[in-house]
């Protein structure tokens, strides 16, 4: 029998026993769930007391048309919001930038100021619906907007619960919505994370993504290893400004991804949380174990799914809930079956949720903690995969760390040689995948139901921005944004001055243009 | 191959117009045309179309591809086209097009003057013996 690997490079033995199980480790690290090292999950009780929360990714357009498709989500049964921003916002441009122009609310919510920001949340309960912002580069004047909006509706900061993915280091690495260099972009992250445990100490400030490394190339342990290396790096960073680490530690969440083999899923995740637990004690002195539980959204990722025969992604997206409840995820999201071509239509995306429904209610996926406990397979497994993925982050260290390797390019580029190697083994047929490699079919060409771009909508925004700039006060949005640019000039925090500027209407573009001045732009180190 | 192809090797500009941050295919796309024998220049990300056409024009590249998974192929390319036009490079250099592309959209990207669209998928063999199929030796 020819042995067999795992992505991430492990060999599975095609029979596991209480002998293997000894040899990986044993089971002496396995603990109770909701108990240091937290291997079996972070609640005692996990999904018993309460399912995961279900949080599709979704926003285009403007922020009222993003705010209908919001509503129309809970209507449905959805118990989060996980908020899509188009891409001029990611990057910190408003919507009548040149470069903004064909983009304005294509891939996401235009948000040039806090009026749509209130408009996208009007009505929503924010203590009920937890609400997660999916903003990087731009992350400070959008976290700003969204306390100042929270705010002035009368929800307290000091109780307000949601998180912000504020993960920039993966941005350079995969995703690309950078805007400044290096330092100050993990400096303004410091910013959020200060704030944050200072004055919204509910609030998660990051979400460390190990879900977009894995998207641009890299093996499931190495998403685990990077992803825990980069939350180690905004850790460190804290500490060095004298925060305290187990207040900055319950603020930092994660995000992964699912594709690919379950079983192989499944060892990430309980290792990576075991891992993550021990760290944070050992390495950092953290005693809250509160502040060691890693807490996450796991869902099913793009890279899973294909273009060709696209109803088999429905299939996938089953198969990957499954993984990540098995595998005790916080909350869920899967990407929806049209998404190969499209952002998600209504249908898509109700069916999205309504798999994770079935999971709940139908399959018995919460009928008991962490369901794979014991298995020889399962346990030897989870140790193996500790053991790689420490060896992983041990190996970046040795090359000096995961914000130096960005800064040279080198992550990047051993994440892209890595995506080049999968697809020449998809290529080849080493690896399969069902529709595209193996059991291809003759498609005929198919209507899609794409989600339509409207040109209309965004000139609206534009028109919009314009009225905003006319009625606010000008000169106090001037006098506060110079107050940003003070701030930014001394190294003080600028997230206070930032929710000043921006309630006073200041824009995102215009925020980030003066930080831009104060920082520079990231130069993209181009490297094969 | 021909034996002066051997000598000259095709130069081929990759770019990420408009602001879109998915380059994972770009790279790929590039690295598997240097497999091939093709000298690739690869912008980086949120390349101005007047860019394009400068890097085209410095690089003396006979190909142009670019990369666009954000939906806004149509008015990118058009974009790029006016620039290319500009610069006197339009139908005189290959130009390509490759992502998230709908079938639906490739008869009017082909109207615009694009030579060929390659959407997520396509095996790269086929992007460079397309190339260098209409690249004249």
Redesign the interface.
């Known amino acids: 029998m020819p042995p067999l690997f795992w992505e991430s490079g492990l060999e599975v033995k095609p029979v596991y026993t209480a002998t293997d199980l000894e040899a990986s480790g044993g089971t002496g690290r396995i603990g109770l769930p909701g108990e240091y090292p937290f291997t079996r999950g972070i609640h005692p009780q996990m999904y018993r007391r309460r399912p995961f929360t279900m949080r599709q990714y979704s926003g285009f357009g403007t922020a009222a048309e993003t705010h209908e498709r919001f509503l129309y989500l809970i209507k449905h049964g959805q118990t989060g919001l996980n908020v899509a921003f188009d891409?001029?916002t990611?990057?910190g441009?408003d919507s009548d930038d040149p470069?903004?122009?064909?983009?304005v609310g294509?891939?996401g919510m235009a948000v040039d100021s806090l009026a749509d920001m209130e408009e996208a949340f009007a009505d929503i309960d924010l203590n009920e619906i937890t609400v997660s912002l999916t903003i990087n580069g731009a992350a400070v004047p959008i976290m700003a907007m969204y306390f100042a909006m929270a705010r002035k509706r009368g929800f307290e900061l000091a109780s307000l619960r949601g998180t912000a993915q504020n993960d920039i280091l993966k941005?350079f690495i995969?995703?690309?919505?950078?805007i400044f260099p290096v330092e100050p972009s993990i400096k303004l992250i410091g910013d959020t994370m200060e704030y944050c445990a200072k004055n919204v100490p509910k609030y998660s400030p990051v979400s460390v993504c190990g879900y977009h490394v894995r998207?641009?190339?890299a093996n499931p342990a190495q998403e685990m290893a990077y992803g825990l290396a980069i939350a180690c790096a905004y850790l460190d960073h804290a500490l060095a400004r004298g925060l305290d680490a187990n207040r900055v530690a319950r603020g930092i969440t994660f995000n992964f991804d699912i594709h690919g083999n379950l079983w192989e899923q499944v060892a990430k995740f309980r290792a990576g949380r075991r891992l993550w637990a021990r760290l944070l004690r050992e390495r950092y002195g953290v005693d809250d174990p509160r502040a060691m539980q890693l807490r996450m959204i796991a869902g099913g990722g793009g890279g899973g799914l294909?273009?060709?025969q696209p109803e088999n992604n429905i299939v996938r997206g089953a198969y990957y809930a499954l993984a990540s409840a098995l595998s005790g995820t916080q909350t869920m999201a899967l990407c929806s079956y049209d998404e190969?071509?499209?952002?998600p239509s209504e249908h898509a995306a109700r069916l999205s949720l309504r798999t994770m429904q079935i999971l709940i209610h139908e399959v018995g996926l919460c009928d008991t903690v962490d369901p794979l406990a014991g298995s020889y397979f399962v346990e030897s497994t989870t140790n193996e995969m500790e053991r790689r993925i420490e060896a992983l982050m041990a190996e970046l260290d040795a090359q000096g760390g995961i914000v130096k390797g960005v800064a040279e390019g080198r992550v990047q580029a051993a994440v892209?040689r890595q995506?080049?190697e999968l697809?020449r083994k998809l290529?080849s047929g080493e690896i399969k995948k069902v529709g595209?490699n193996v059991y291809e079919e003759e498609e005929e060409?198919r209507e899609?139901e794409?989600h339509p771009?409207r040109e209309t909508e965004a000139r609206r925004q534009v028109e919009r921005l314009n009225r905003v700039r006319r009625e606010r006060d000008g000169a106090a949005a001037d006098r506060l944004l110079e107050r940003v640019r003070q701030a930014a000039r001394a190294g003080e925090n600028v997230m206070p001055s930032v929710i000043d500027a921006v309630e006073a209407y200041a824009t995102v573009g215009e925020v980030c243009a003066v930080l831009r001045e104060v920082y520079g732009t990231y130069q993209?180190p181009?490297r094969? | 191959m021909s034996e002066e192809r051997q000598q000259r090797r095709i130069r081929v500009l990759i770019a990420k117009p408009?602001?879109?941050?998915?380059?994972?295919g770009a790279?790929?796309v590039?690295?598997?045309l240097?497999d091939a024998g093709m000298e690739v220049i690869?912008?980086?990300?949120?390349q101005?179309p007047e860019a394009i056409a400068r890097a085209a024009m410095e690089e003396a590249v006979d190909v142009v591809g670019l990369s666009v998974l954000?939906?806004?192929h149509l008015?990118?390319c058009r974009k790029v086209k006016q620039a290319l036009e500009d610069r006197r490079l339009f139908g005189e250099v290959l130009w390509i097009v490759g992502g998230?592309v709908?079938?639906?959209d490739h008869a009017e990207l082909r109207a615009l003057g694009v030579d060929g669209v390659f959407?997520?998928?396509t095996?790269?063999e086929e992007i460079a013996r397309f190339i260098q199929d209409k690249v004249p030796a």
């Open positions: 891409l001029p990611q990057c441009l470069m903004a122009e064909a983009e294509r891939v941005e995969g995703r690309g919505t950078w998207e641009s190339g294909t273009i060709q190969a071509y499209t952002i892209n995506a080049y697809e290529h595209v060409e899609v794409l771009y993209e181009v094969f | 408009g602001l879109d941050g998915h380059d994972v790279k790929l590039s690295r598997a240097m690869y912008t980086g990300l949120r101005a954000s939906g806004a008015p990118l998230n709908p079938r639906g959407p997520t998928g095996p790269f």
